[in-house]
C-alpha cells in the first residue's frame, strides 16, 4: 500500500524559483521531491538564504529558516542543511535519507571540474541551456588548470554543442561536436556530428565527413532514416499545421486574416514563454 504524506507547513501560493533549472517549487515536500533526486545541483540553493527566507514567509515553517540560517553562519558542510530540510518531513525513509547523505559525500569528494560537469549535466536535463553552456564553456577555459582528461573534455564539448543545438540552431553546434569526436572518439558524438551538418545544410562538410571518417553505409542509412522520421513527426505537431493554415490566407491574398492569425500565433508563443520563465 502506497504511504500518504500530509504537507509540513503550508503550500505556498508563491513558489519557489530554481532559475538554473527552470523550477517552480511549493512545499518543503517539493523541495525535498527535488533536491533527493537533483544531489549535483542541491549547492546552488541550500546555503542560498532565499530558502530560509522562502520558509519563514511563504511556507510558515520559521523555525526550518532560522537553523538554515544558524548552519550558515557557522559554515556547516552542505549535508547539514539537507538534513534539516529531510528531517522536517517523513517523505523519505531513515535509509533512503541515509543513503541520499552518502550520496552529497560522494560528489563533495569528487574533483573540482566534475562537480561542476555534473551541475553543468543537470542544467542540461532541465533545459536551462545557456546556463550549462556558462559552465561547460569556463571548464573547457580552464582545463589544463583543472587538468581535464582528453576524454572527459571530450564529452564535455558534446554536451556544449547540444546546448548550441537549442540555442543557436545546428550550424554553432558542429565545430563543438567535431572537437567532441577528436577528444573522446564516442561514436555518439561522430553521428551528431554528421546530424548536425545535415541539419547546417552544410553538404560539402558533410561528404568531406564521410571520407574522412570512413563512415559506413549503415551508419548513413541511419542518419538518413533518423533524419527523415524527425521531419514526419515536426509536420504533425499543432504548431506546424496551424502556421501552414496561416500561410494560405497569405497565398490567398487574405492579408488581414493572415495578420491576425499570425498575431495570435505569436502571442500564444509568448505567453507559453512568459509561463516557463515567470518571474
Known amino acids: 500500500m502506497a504511504r500518504v504524506i500530509l504537507c509540513t507547513g503550508r503550500r505556498s ?7 538554473n533549472v527552470n523550477k517552480k517549487l511549493y512545499s518543503l515536500e517539493e523541495i525535498c521531491y527535488y533536491l533527493y533526486h537533483n544531489a549535483s545541483t542541491a549547492e546552488d540553493y541550500l546555503t542560498d538564504m532565499a530558502l530560509a527566507d522562502y520558509f519563514e514567509t511563504e511556507l510558515g515553517l520559521p523555525e526550518i529558516g532560522k537553523r538554515l540560517r544558524v548552519l550558515k553562519a557557522s559554515e556547516a558542510a552542505l549535508k547539514e542543511y539537507a538534513e534539516v530540510l529531510f528531517g522536517a518531513t517523513r517523505m523519505y525513509t531513515e535509509e533512503e535519507v541515509a543513503e541520499y547523505m552518502r550520496n552529497m559525500e560522494r560528489l563533495q569528494e569528487l574533483k573540482y571540474w566534475q562537480k561542476q560537469k555534473a551541475k553543468a549535466d543537470a542544467y542540461l536535463e532541465h533545459r536551462n541551456y545557456r546556463e550549462a553552456m556558462g559552465v ?37 553546434a558542429c565545430a563543438h561536436f567535431a572537437e567532441a569526436y577528436e577528444k573522446n572518439r564516442s561514436t555518439e558524438s561522430l553521428r551528431s556530428y554528421l546530424i548536425s551538418l545535415r541539419l547546417a545544410q552544410k553538404d560539402s562538410e ?11 553505409e549503415q551508419m548513413q542509412t541511419d542518419i538518413d532514416a533518423m533524419l527523415m522520421e524527425s521531419m514526419v513527426e515536426a509536420l ?18 487574405q492579408i488581414t486574416e493572415y495578420r491576425h492569425a499570425m498575431k495570435e500565433l505569436l502571442d500564444s508563443f509568448k505567453r507559453q514563454y512568459r509561463f516557463d520563465n515567470m518571474e
Do not use: D, M, T, W
Not at 558533410?206 to 559506413?216: G, P, V
Not at 504533425?236 to 491574398?253: H, N, Q, S, T
Open 236 to 253: 504533425e505537431l499543432p504548431e506546424y499545421r496551424e502556421l501552414v493554415r496561416i500561410k494560405k490566407y497569405f497565398a490567398e491574398g
Open 206 to 216: 558533410y561528404l568531406n565527413a564521410l571520407e574522412q571518417y570512413e563512415i559506413s
Open 136 to 172: 561547460y564553456e569556463r571548464l573547457l577555459q580552464e582545463r589544463k588548470e583543472n587538468e581535464i582528461p582528453e576524454n572527459a573534455a571530450g564529452n564535455i564539448y558534446h554536451n556544449l554543442a547540444v546546448c548550441e543545438l537549442h540555442v543557436s540552431g545546428a550550424g554553432g
Open 13 to 19: 501560493k508563491v513558489p519557489l524559483r530554481l532559475h
